[in-house]
Every structure is written in C-alpha cells, then in structure tokens.
C-alpha cells in the first residue's frame, strides 16, 4: 500500500486542529481522524472525504480538546468583555435619547436590508428547480443587421425535431405555445364531461411531451413520461384537480373546453401546482402530440408560433452549437422564401443568428427579446439592492457621527482606562465591542421591524415574501450581518477615541464636537444627497406615471365595461349584442378579441403594396379583426375616408389603417390603395394613431378588418347608474348563457394593471425615500441637539449680552444650512442623469423640468429645518440664568 | 454519579467491544445499533467525561499506517462502569413494569 497516497487530508485543517488541541489528546484524536479520512478515501471521492475531515476537525473543537492557553486566557478576557458590556449598556441608558436614535436608525437601515434581500433572492431564485437546469436552453431567433437588432422566441414547427435530429449535442428537444388566444392557449371556459355548469379558467398552454419530461414537473396522478403522449390528453395542476374532481383520481376523465363537445380533452396526469417562481407557469397543459391546427401546418416554414427549447449536453459548446443551428436553418428557409420569391432571401442569409438562452436566465435577462411571459429585470434588482445598502450606511453614518461627537463624554473614561494601564488595543477591542452589541440590538428589533412589515412589503412590491425563520441559512446571515454593521459603524469611532491622550484628557484640556468636523459634515452631506436623489426619483416616477395614465392615448377608455369570454356566444353574439343595444344605458356595442391593452390578442402579419411583394421588403403591422362598431365603440378618430359599412358586405377585405402603417407603407393618398398579405386588401380609413402596446414601445403599424367574432365585447355605457346598468347586461348575459357565469372588466382599470410594474416602482421608491428622509433627520436631530447642548454656555451669555433669539436661531441653523445646501448642489446633477436615463426606457415621457428639483430642495430644507430648529428654538428661548447656573 | 444518554449509549458501547475499544470503532459500533452517526469531537468529548467519572480507564496501543503512524488510545470498562450500567437499567425496568399491556420481551435475550 501507498501510505503516501492514503494520507493527505487538507493541511490547512490538521494545522487547526493541532493550533487548538493540547498534547494529552492530540496523538489519539488525530490517529482517529485519520483513520475516518482513509476509510472514506477508499469509498468515495477525495472532496467528499476532505470535506469530512473538515467537519470532523471542527466537531473536536470541543472544551477536553483545547490547549490550556485558550482556557486561561479566555476566562480573564471575558471579564474584561463583561466589563466592556456593562459599560456599554449603563452609556445606553444614560443617554437615551441618543441610544434611541442611534439603534432605532440602525434597525430601520437593517430591516430594510433584509426586506430587500429577500426579495432580492426571490428574483434570483427564478427558474432554478427544474432537473438539470444548466443544460436547459431556450432558442431565441435573431436578427442581426446592423442598426436593427430584433430578439424573439417564436420559431417555426419543426424546428425543435430538425435541430434534435442533426445534432448530437441536443439530447432532447421540446416545444411550447404560451401566447393568449392561440387556439385554446390562454383562457377557457371549463367542464367537466358530463357537467352543464362551466367555470372560466386561465393559465392554458400548448406543450410537447418532450419538454413536459424535460422540465421534470413533480407527478401526483399519471406517469410524467407519458402524460401527454397521446392526442387529445392534457395535463392539469393539483389545484385545478381538486375543483373538477374532489376526492378522485382524474386520469382518464375527460374535459369539455369552450363547449367544443366534438372534442373532449382527456386527462394524462396530474403534477404538482406550478410555483410562482417559474415562467412556465400553467394550471392546463395541452398536449401538441399529433395537433395540427390547419392543413399543412407542422411541415410550413410560413408561420412561427412554437417557443423552442432544448436540453443540451454537459459538455456542448453552446456558441459553436448556436452557429450550427443557424447555417442549418438557413439552409433550409432561404430556400424556402426564394421559392416563393421573397425578397427578404438574401437578408436571412445574411443577418439570421440563434441565441441558446439559458432557462435560467429568462426572467432577469430577457431584456430586448420579445415574449409572452412576465419578467422582471437584472437592473431592477441591482437598483433595489444597492438602495438598501445606501440606507443601510446612512443609519452606519448616524453611528458614526454620533459616536465622534459625543466623544468628549466618554473622553475621561478613555483617559482612566489609560492611565490604569489598558493599551490601545484593548480599547478599540471595546469600542467595536459596544458597536457590535448595539448592532446586535438593532438587528434583533430590525428582524422584527421587517418581520410586521412583510406584509406591507408584499403589497407594494407585488410579491409573496415570508420571512425565511426556519431555514438554516437566516440566524447566521443576520448575526454576520450584526458583526459587519458592528464593524463599519464602530470602526472609526473607535480609532477616534481611543487615540485621545490620557493627560490631556484628564486635564479637561479636550473639548471635541463643539463645531461640526469636516467628516461630520461630509457625512451629512452625504445622507442628504442620497435623500434628494430618492426625493426626485419618486417625483419623477409619479410624473412619469400621471403622464401615461393621463395621456391621450386615442381611444375612449373611461365608461367601457368588458365582457369577457363571450366567443361561446358563437352565432349567437349578434343577436345579443343587438339586446344589449336595446338598453337604455347602453351607448355602444362591438366585439373583438383584440384589444389597445397589452396581452390581448395580437397577429402580426408582413404585407406589400400590391404588385410589389417580390420587390419591396414586406411590412410588419398587427392586423385585428374588429367588428363593425368597434371604431365608435372605443372612440377612436377616423380621420381620413371611412367607417365599415354596417349595412353591406362590401368589407369583406377593407382595411382601416392607422397613420404609422401609413406612413410605413409610403402611401400619400392611402384611401383606396391595395396592400397584400395572404390576401389583397383595400384600405377604405385612416385612424388616428392610438396607443395599443404599453408606452415603452413606439406605435406599430395597424391594420383593422372587418369581422363579426371575438371573445370580448366591449359595452360603452352611460355614466348615471353604473349598478343598475351592470345588472341589467348581467341580466342579458345570463338569459343567453345560463351555465357560464358573466366575467367583465372596466377597460380603464385593465389599463391601469398594464403599468402596474411602474406603479410599484413608483411605491417602492416612495417608501424608500421616506425611510431615507427619516434615518438621515433622525440623525441631523440628534445631531443638532447635540451642539445645542454643548453651546449651551456660550448660547446664555450671548443672551445674557444681548443677542435676540432669531440671531441665536440662525447661528445655530446656518451650518447645518450650509451642509444641506452642498448636498443639494451634489444631488441635483446626479439624480437629473439618474433619471434621465430611466426615462429613456419610454417613447412617451414626461420632461425634467426644474420644478421637480425645485420642489424636492424646498422639500428637503423644509423638513431640515423643522428637524434643527426644534432643538435650536428651545435654546433660543431659553432662561440664561438656567444655562449658566452650574458655573 | 449521574449519566447522560449518550454516555450510556457510548459506555455500553465500549463495554461490549471488549479489548478492542478505541475511538474510530466505537463510532462505527454506535452508527451500526443506532443508525445515527455521532461526530467524532462529540464521541471524544464523552470517552474523556466517562474517564473522569470512573466508569472507563484507557490505555495506549498500537500505531497503523492508517492513523499515520499514531497511536490508538483503548477505552475499558471499569467495574463502576458496570455498576453504572446495571443502576440505569434497574430504574428502567422498574418503571416499565409498571406499564400496563406492555411487553418488555426480556425472555427473548
């Protein structure tokens, strides 16, 4: 045997080991833990038995084991611990104001700390649980031309089994149709075979087996490798299980979507209720085994609609692979498009790539690719976290300053503990220690501050945070964080305090803290420059979103009730939108499953003008089908040619476009101009452009079609009496559709939702510029009382001498004044390209004007001012003689 | 003198190993009968507490290549240990016969 070879733990940890144990067990333990060391050499990897030697070594580290010196020295250094607490605890208690101010900051800096962490690591933890998530990749089409780079996710129908079977590297290849309206993606009407009664269910999606497998959702009914290999089968979530089959096992069962009776769903599986934390977030999954959803379908190049993923080998190089994919897929739709002699051919040689994106990474880095899922961004959570550290310091500063200005009080205490022989050393260990401890405070009473304000937190935020107590991660966390906070905030002060000379101490010679120091200052200025920063952003935030809620957007949104789910009206919709027409609070009546709200149904199409399709570039525009009304129904401004004609047919193939498709087509005289997708179209109107995406965007192009169906039906009502009126169309509704119970909305509140994620952006640094403003006044307060407090003397003679009270007021206003006016000097230009550059974001913005810096400098001195003078008036009213008695 | 459970558990441990009682071993004994695995520190932490009780005396033994040359300290029962022992299981039997409808199967030893 190699005893080299057998005995090699890590030296680091034998060095420990022998730096702790005393001689009388060290022979023994140490043969010992060899021993365990090579037994498990022989049955598993050297990390793991590194990793056990580790362990073991540290569970030695026990009383028997130690050498004496640590015992000794521990028991007399303890004491003098003791000694530095009780210190510490009877200085808290002397000055409680002080101490108030001092941990209460802290706390507030450090519940903010962990409320942020924790939903720091709620965003980090997207897409992380599916088995071998490092080899899930989504394909991600690019078009690379120089000046306009487009991302998306929609790929052709067969490209998942092409890529699977060319390449090796792919071990499996899946598909998903996520997109709302896409046949029954989306929402549905649901019932059980057999049942009348149906209930409206969203969270609909089309999936492959493959991929169903390769995202390994966890099983409670069924088999995961098969669930969905059948036709017709689908899969559907614990909860929704529970509601159509309490109490029984669903495989097998069968469920009627949308009243289609001649097509019954059957259920494959059951698997265990999404978690909020992934994209692929479904309650209904419907298998894509054998669906064709037109003749030709699956073998067509024409159409993309199946988000692509892949599980890719361990050792694939994912750039190599990325380029393999491309040339392979342009060498088979190139062709393709000069078949058809589509000028674009050469384009898609030329600027065609493929990006493999890791699951991983879909919902922090999906920025500028475009898809249906909700995300969120990487920046945001950068922005979020760093705020809260900026917090976080600012409640360190109120320590900090604090600590250096109330220095002359513990200056004699300082002195004794020298001149009794304690060493520098020995009292930095004991200022630290007193920071540690009232960190250690303000970390217990932070963890609870944020414990009672979680839910608030959820509610601004959008999120379902819990306080993570039962792991085992969080009480270390926290008592690191302690010793950190502890450290930062005690470091300077005790350098500072304990470098004061002991004979110039005693002597009285030390008065510190009379004026503001330097650093004192800069600290000052620094938490009011990151409050201003905070101040204009929230401002600029409100704007931003006053601006969008407020603008016009082009159409009509206010008095427009919704009527969802009314495509299983089927032919009966006209009969019942002419009922409802009959009411008289009703003004108005059309139908469309397209909606100007982000996520209604959307179409792109590419057209030409006529004639021209093997000449010109084809041009993206949505083409929506709309009913006849729907221009004067959701108040839209016609403003050349005309509406559809109710009365006739001949709309058959009109087009209404807006002034953007116009423009992008070339079109001067629009009215009466022929245009080609799959089909030639006359454009009879030109509406006024109107926002149909979120403002981020630029409008697109749009093309309106006439065409009887849909599954909403926006009502325009009068405004008097919005109960009765909803009554009266539930009352239609119900007579028409007795099993499905009405759903609507109010088109303005659906609007609404559509910036929800600026509203919370909005709330979130609102309520971080208020914890901001209130740790650094909390700090200025104390602050200020502090001066006025060592002034005193000097404040009573001059009244005594005659000075007014206002005089005495400005002497001790001005210099705070004056750090509040650097600070102002410093945020102003910083917040001004801070959000300069969020607003760049959005097409349509409002403008920085110096109102906003205005208002928020009057804001800040304002609330400065108030925090000063509270102290700085009781001393300018203040009886001389009380301030002079003790002399 | 009082006994916690994980000494008894580590003294009836040793005493049944006989000559051949020594740190590495009793920790495989114990993993073996109770299915948890106790750390090496804590193991330690009892032998040497059972030593200063009186119930275990040790003596030094013979080095292996294993051990990187170090040599192996032998734990023994000593006749206190034993006496310890047969107090705890008396209380214990004491009590069970107490409880009604149970079995306490000694017959089967």
């Known amino acids: 045997m190699n005893s080299k070879k057998t005995t090699e733990p890590p030296k680091w940890a034998d060095r420990i080991l022998k730096a702790f144990c005393n001689e009388q067990v060290i022979e023994t333990l140490q043969g010992d833990l060899y021993e365990l060391y090579n037994f498990r050499r022989k049955l598993g990897s050297k990390l793991s038995a590194d990793v056990g030697f580790v362990f073991d070594m540290l569970s030695v580290i026990r009383p028997f084991a130690l050498k004496k010196f640590f015992i000794s020295k521990n028991s007399s250094s303890m004491s003098m611990y003791k000694n530095y607490l009780k210190v510490s605890w009877r200085n808290l208690l002397r000055h409680r104001m002080y101490s108030t101010i001092k941990i209460g900051g802290l706390s507030i800096g450090i519940a903010v700390c962990i409320l942020i962490s924790l939903f720091v690591i709620d965003e980090l933890g997207h897409d992380k649980d599916f088995p071998n998530v490092d080899q899930l990749y989504r394909l991600v089409n690019v078009w ?87 036709p017709n089968s689908m899969v559907i979530s ?51 085994t054998s669906e064709e959803f037109w003749k030709g379908e699956q073998t067509s190049f024409c159409c993309s609609n199946y988000a692509t993923y892949f599980k890719v080998d361990k050792e694939a190089d994912i750039h190599a692979l990325e380029k393999k994919l491309a040339e392979l897929y342009v060498s088979s739709y190139v062709p393709y498009l000069q078949e058809r002699g589509d000028v674009e051919a050469d384009d898609v040689g030329k600027y065609w790539a493929f990006l493999l994106q890791p699951i991983q990474d879909i919902y922090l880095r999906s920025e500028r690719i475009h898809d249906s899922f909700q995300h969120s961004d990487i920046k945001k959570v950068w922005m979020f976290g760093s705020i809260a550290i900026f917090i976080l310091l600012l409640a360190c500063i109120n320590f900090i300053n604090l600590s250096t200005a109330k220095s002359a009080n513990r200056a004699k205490e300082v002195g004794l503990r020298k001149v009794v022989g304690s060493f520098k050393s020995d009292l930095i260990k004991q200022f630290l220690t007193e920071s540690t401890f009232i960190s250690l405070v303000a970390v217990i009473l932070g963890v609870l501050l944020a414990w009672i304000f979680v839910p608030f937190f959820n509610t601004i935020s959008g999120k379902v945070l819990i ?196 423009r992008e087509l070339g079109l001067d005289s629009p009215i009466g101009a022929r245009i080609v997708n799959w089909q030639s179209w006359t454009v009879i109107g030109v509406v006024k452009d109107f926002h149909f995406e979120s403002m981020r965007g630029e409008i697109g192009g749009l093309g309106l079609a006439s065409g009887r169906f849909g599954s909403v039906v926006p009502v325009k009502i009068k405004t008097e009496d919005m109960k009765a009126t909803l009554a009266s169309i539930t009352a239609v509704w119900d007579e028409f559709m007795p099993n499905q119970p009405i759903r609507y909305s109010f088109m303005d509140e659906v609007f609404k939702n559509m910036y929800e994620d600026v509203l919370r952006t909005r709330n979130v640094f609102f309520v971080f510029a208020v914890l901001a403003i209130i740790v650094a006044c909390l700090g200025l307060f104390a602050l200020s009382s502090f001066m006025v407090e060592q002034r005193i003397k000097e404040i009573s003679i001059r009244k005594v001498l005659g000075a007014s009270a206002s005089l005495i007021f400005t002497l001790l206003t001005s210099d705070f004044l004056k750090l509040i006016g650097i600070s102002l000097i410093l945020a102003i230009p910083a917040s001004y390209f801070l959000m300069e550059s969020w607003l760049e974001d959005f097409e349509y913005r409002t403008n920085l004007d110096w109102m906003i810096f205005c208002g928020a400098g009057c804001v800040i001195v304002v609330i400065a001012l108030l925090t000063i003078s509270f102290e700085s008036l009781k001393a300018a009213f203040i009886n001389p003689s009380v301030g002079l008695r003790s002399e | 003198m009082k006994i916690g459970s994980f000494e008894e558990l580590v003294l009836l441990a040793v005493g049944s190993l006989g000559d051949e009682a020594y740190g590495v071993s009793v920790k495989e004994l114990l993993k073996e009968k109770t299915g948890k695995n106790p750390s090496i520190g804590a193991l330690h932490s009892a032998l040497y507490r059972l030593e200063d009780k009186g119930f275990l005396e040790s003596y030094e033994g013979g080095a292996t290549t294993e051990r990187g040359g170090r040599r192996k300290k032998y734990y023994q029962i000593t006749s206190e240990g034993k006496e310890a022992i047969k107090e705890v299981n008396k209380l214990r039997i004491e009590f069970s016969k107490n409880i009604k409808g149970l079995n306490l199967g000694l017959d089967e030893f």
């Not at chain 1, 004026?515 to 004192?520: G, M």
């Open chain 1, 144 to 230: 690379d031309q120089p000046g306009q780079v487009e991302k998306w996710e929609s790929c052709q129908p067969m490209i998942a089994d092409m890529m699977k079977s060319e390449f090796p590297e792919i071990e499996n290849a899946g598909r998903l149709i996520p997109y709302s309206g896409w046949s029954f993606a989306g929402s549905n009407q649901v019932r059980r075979a057999g049942r009348l009664q149906n209930a409206y269910e969203e969270g609909f999606a089309y999936m492959d087996q493959e991929l169903f497998e390769m995202l390994g959702f966890t099983m409670i009914y069924g088999n995961r490798s098969t669930a969905l290999s059948e």
């Open chain 1, 238 to 288: 614990e909860a929704k299980a529970e509601k159509y089959f309490p109490g029984e096992n669903p495989v097998g069962k069968m469920i009627i979507l949308d009243e289609q009776e001649d097509r019954p769903w059957t259920i494959g599986g059951v698997m265990e209720n999404p978690a909020s934390n992934n994209h692929i977030e479904f309650d209904f999954l419907l298998t894509l």
């Open chain 1, 467 to 662: 306080m993570p107590f039962g792991t085992w991660w969080f009480f270390p966390s926290c008592l690191l964080l302690a010793l950190i906070v502890g450290l930062i905030a005690g470091v300077y002060p005790s350098f500072y305090l304990s470098a004061f000379r002991p004979i110039e101490v005693l002597k009285g010679k030390l008065s510190l803290g009379t004026k503001t120091s330097r650093l004192r200052g800069g600290m000052v200025v620094f938490q009011f420059t990151c409050s201003v920063i905070l101040i204009v952003g929230s401002m600029v935030v409100y704007r931003q979103m006053s601006f969008i809620l407020n603008k016009d957007v082009g159409f009509s949104k206010e008095q427009v009730v919704l009527i969802e789910g009314a495509n299983t009206l089927e032919k009966r919709l006209e009969l019942f939108q002419d009922r409802l027409l009959k009411d008289p609070h009703v003004l108005n009546v059309t139908a469309s499953s397209y909606l100007p709200i982000t996520g209604s149904k959307r179409d792109l199409n590419t057209f030409w003008k006529e004639g021209k399709k093997k000449v010109d570039k084809g041009i993206g525009a949505q083409i929506w089908r709309v009913d006849d009304d729907y221009i004067n129904t959701l108040g839209m401004e016609l403003i050349a040619g005309r509406d559809f004609d109710k009365t006739s047919n001949r709309d058959s193939a009109s087009l209404i476009i807006n002034e953007t498709f116009a």
